[in-house]
């Protein structure tokens, strides 16, 4: 019969060492949770888009050169007419140097984007209010997000509102009429927008980021064939030039290209992290094991007093299967508390972007590692 104070009072003995393996499978425990919440976040970049399988972003080489991530003029728009493999075009240029002027103060727009008609479509945003359709028809249109209209306006009804706008440079300060509101672009996103506006003809020959939605079933290698044998046979350069489709989820883990939007991270490291986590844990197994043999050898006396009062080899270890549990136990709860705590500190809300199944998964596969 195992009884719970015997239990517990083994569990008491050799504080230190069960300190040290509480700490060390504690930590251990947190790190992985974290890093886990932190690899599963990275892989999902622009997973949220409607055909993630089928969206690619272009771009355009000659010879050896490093790729820019954004191509040039407005021929991009036109092939759809031409290779049947590209169901959609559409095109996103920053639009840079831009302030807005509210309350006689003037604000810097970082993250404002000029983009043409195919872009919500293309990508699958909806408007929480105006017409996607229609919205930047007009050059004097923009649409906001949500956060911008709160943080500049107080409010997200802000639709027919002026927004005065004051380009570098320029003197003059143009009135924009807010013609849609616009959900904050996901966290996961390769790029993100307060401000769109509309891409004009007289504007259609800028460098601009290039998003190609194939239909579906295509082969993005015949695509990208016949996007060279076109684009060589306009321009006729005496360098030939090489076209590339990347997947929207590759960009921010597997591009390095010149001007990206934003900045990218990178699946190698992402590797070598999870490795070493990995590594980590092993060691920290290690040393729980390590430590359970030195108390089993001091415990020496208390096996053989069982066996002389008839215990059997299976209580035996059943017990010991029970001390490992309350071990497990308390580990977890002490993991899960420094995870917490540790993920504010370090901006990593684990505990949201990990599911439920996720978190049972890693903490029920940690446990049995240690029984």
Known sequence: ?????????????????????IASLSASLACLLMVAAFAKHELSYDTFNPNPDRLYRLTMSEGEDLPDARCWGEWMGTLPN???????????????HLAAQIN?????LNEAFLVDSTFFTTFGYKLISGDSATALASPTNVIV???????????????????????DGDSEIKSYTIAGVMNDFPDNSHFSADLLFGIHKKMTNVMAYTYVLLRPGSSPKSAEQKIDSLYNSWWKSKVITH????????????SNKARELSSNGSFTQLIILVSAII?????????????????????QDYYIMKR?????????????????????ITVSLVGFWAT???????????????????????????LLAML
């Open 308 to 328: 002389v009062n008839g215990a059997s080899i299976g209580s035996m270890i059943l017990e010991e299967l029970l001390l490992a549990l309350i071990s497990g």
């Open 82 to 96: 031409y290779i049947p493999e590209i169901e959609r075009v559409t095109n996103v240029a920053p639009a840079r």
């Open 243 to 254: 076209s590339t489709l990347q997947l929207v989820t590759d960009i921010h883990l597997k």
């Open 1 to 21: 019969m195992i009884r719970p104070d015997i239990l517990f009072r083994r569990f008491r003995r050799f504080p230190v060492l069960k300190a040290i393996s």
């Open 145 to 167: 997000s949500k956060n911008f209209a709160k943080k500049y306006f107080g409010t997200i009804d802000v639709l027919n509102k002026t927004l005065q706008i004051k380009i």
């Open 104 to 108: 006689n103060m003037l604000w810097p």
């Open 340 to 366: 917490f705590y540790l993920g504010q500190l370090i901006g990593i809300d684990v505990f949201h972007r990990l599911t439920l199944v996720n978190t049972i998964a890693i903490g029920g596969s940690f």
């Open 279 to 299: 590594l980590l844990v092993i060691i920290s197994l290690i040393n729980l094991s390590n430590n359970s043999r030195v108390v089993f050898l001091l415990s």
